[in-house]
């Protein structure tokens, strides 16, 4: 009744599968993991290190889309996650660097990836720009201040939905909280 074949192929193709799902979460979570210690390295004055770090996580995420392609990575959770930290990444030092907030090249970037890291880079400058208000930095409070309500008069452009309306949602929480820094700031400056 049953053709052993077809369930045979059913078993081969699902065990291929699972191997390349664990091949892309393994070098997805090294991607997360270093992309998150770029952003800390760029909060402490490490633009040089975190540059190299940069360039390797570039590296694994070019490989892996030579390997797999961008079609079975984009269907990974856990390769998209780490795409959108990695974007985070990258913009918060292209900022840092005095560059623009562009597209990535060398790998194919998704939509959701770039917008959920652009909006999470709002949070970054706003947790800079409180740093360098209390170190006494006040012109880069206004700064940072600048680039964020930039940033978010380009994303209300989008009419985001579902998880990209809560990145969206927290980035505008974000940019409230920088204008109040840069607030109290120009206050402590009037006195």
């Given at each position: 009744?049953?053709?052993?074949?077809?369930?045979?192929?059913?078993?081969?193709?699902?065990?291929?599968?699972?191997?390349?799902?664990?091949?892309?979460?393994?070098?997805?979570?090294?991607?997360?993991?270093?992309?998150?210690?770029?952003?800390?390295?760029?909060?402490?004055?490490?633009?040089?290190?975190?540059?190299?770090?940069?360039?390797?996580?570039?590296?694994?995420?070019?490989?892996?889309?030579?390997?797999?392609?961008?079609?079975?990575?984009?269907?990974?959770?856990?390769?998209?996650?780490?795409?959108?930290?990695?974007?985070?990444?990258?913009?918060?030092?292209?900022?840092?660097?005095?560059?623009?907030i562009d597209a990535i090249k060398g790998f194919s970037v998704s939509v959701d990836s770039?917008?959920?890291?652009?909006?999470?880079?709002?949070?970054?400058?706003?947790?800079?720009?409180?740093?360098?208000?209390?170190?006494?930095?006040?012109?880069?409070?206004?700064?940072?201040?600048?680039?964020?309500?930039?940033?978010?008069?380009?994303?209300?452009?989008?009419d985001m939905t579902g998880y990209l309306r809560t990145k969206y949602d927290q980035a505008?929480?974000?940019?409230?909280?920088?204008?109040?820094?840069?607030?109290?700031?120009?206050?402590?400056?009037?006195?």
């Amino acid at each position: 009744m049953l053709n052993k074949k077809f369930f045979q192929k059913l078993k081969a193709d699902y065990d291929a599968r699972e191997s390349e799902r664990r091949q892309i979460i393994s070098r997805a979570n090294i991607v997360l993991h270093d992309s998150k210690r770029v952003i800390f390295s760029l909060h402490r004055g490490g633009e040089q290190a975190a540059g190299q770090s940069l360039i390797e996580i570039e590296k694994i995420l070019q490989q892996l889309e030579k390997k797999f392609s961008y079609n079975r990575l984009k269907r990974e959770g856990a390769y998209n996650a780490a795409v959108e930290e990695y974007v985070e990444a990258k913009m918060f030092a292209n900022v840092l660097g005095g560059k623009k907030i562009d597209a990535i090249k060398g790998f194919s970037v998704s939509v959701d990836s770039y917008l959920g890291g652009i909006c999470d880079l709002v949070g970054e400058l706003v947790r800079l720009a409180v740093n360098r208000a209390a170190e006494g930095k006040f012109g880069e409070v206004e700064k940072y201040k600048i680039i964020s309500n930039d940033i978010m008069a380009e994303l209300v452009e989008f009419d985001m939905t579902g998880y990209l309306r809560t990145k969206y949602d927290q980035a505008k929480g974000h940019l409230r909280k920088i204008e109040q820094v840069a607030y109290e700031v120009k206050l402590r400056s009037l006195k």
